[in-house]
């Protein structure tokens, strides 16, 4: 599957305890971004990273949430002290360029982690 | 006003019938436009992008009016399978933000027999 990938697909905590989401790029893709889309609401913008850079992070919650991708293995979105509010669809999607001369830059999704607080 | 704004419907039509989608964005320095489509809980899907001079894929046409800030969306024949939320997105970033893609509430569509 050379498309994005994100684990786990459903994650349940109780307030209080941290959720770690995965998220590895499509192949040859070295920009990441991580969405959220709370319940019946469109998706959020949270974070843009490239490899060991966080590029852009105004989308992010400024305590509890952060962020990562490092130089080996894939994104992480960390959620310290998770609470009933956080619980969500978190979808990463990845692109291959993004400066804007010469690219439109596409971004492709992966299936999402549904993070449920208890 | 929002950044981005659909008519959300829903919008039920039935199969081969032409249905039109609009949108609307705030940014007049947006750099690039986009059609997703989301199946119920799942990921969005890079539908088409959307050029200024206009586009077509098959049954699907986009229109990009820069002047009014307006987009648009046609599908002609309409499926079965076309039933889904169609979101409006834009590029209004520059710089280190260029990578944010901002998204409308989306516009339901169903398509029935």
């Known amino acids: 599957n050379a498309g994005v990938m994100q684990n786990p697909r459903h994650l349940v905590r109780r307030r209080g305890q941290e959720a770690r989401l995965r998220c590895s790029p499509m192949?040859?893709?070295?920009?990441v971004y991580w969405y959220r889309q709370l319940p019946e609401e469109g998706l959020k913008f949270m974070v843009y990273l490239q490899k060991e850079n966080i590029i852009d992070e105004s989308g992010m919650p400024k305590e509890r949430f952060s962020a990562e991708f490092p130089k080996e293995g894939p994104s992480i979105l960390r959620i310290q002290q998770v609470v009933r509010g956080d619980s969500a669809a978190y979808f990463c999607?990845?692109?291959?360029?993004?400066?804007?001369?010469?690219?439109?830059?596409?971004?492709?999704f992966g299936p999402g982690t549904r993070l449920t607080v208890l | 006003r929002k950044e981005v704004e659909q008519d959300p419907g829903p919008f039920n039509v039935p199969e081969g019938a032409t249905v039109a989608f609009n949108c609307t964005y705030s940014n007049s320095a947006s750099q690039s436009f986009f059609w997703y489509r989301q199946d119920c809980r799942k990921e969005p899907k890079l539908l088409m992008s959307?050029?200024?001079s206009g586009n077509e894929d098959g049954r699907f046409t986009a229109q990009l009016n820069r002047a009014s800030q307006y987009i648009s969306l046609l599908i002609r024949d309409s499926k079965l399978s076309d039933s889904a939320t169609y979101l409006c997105?834009?590029?209004?970033?520059?710089?280190?933000?260029?990578?944010?893609?901002?998204f409308g509430q989306g516009t339901i569509l169903t398509v029935h027999p």
């Open positions: 999607a990845s692109s291959s360029r993004t400066h804007p001369t010469g690219t439109r830059n596409e971004q492709f």
């Open positions: 959307v050029y200024s």
């Open positions: 192949k040859g893709h070295s920009h």
């Open positions: 997105v834009v590029n209004m970033g520059s710089g280190t933000s260029y990578g944010k893609l901002t």
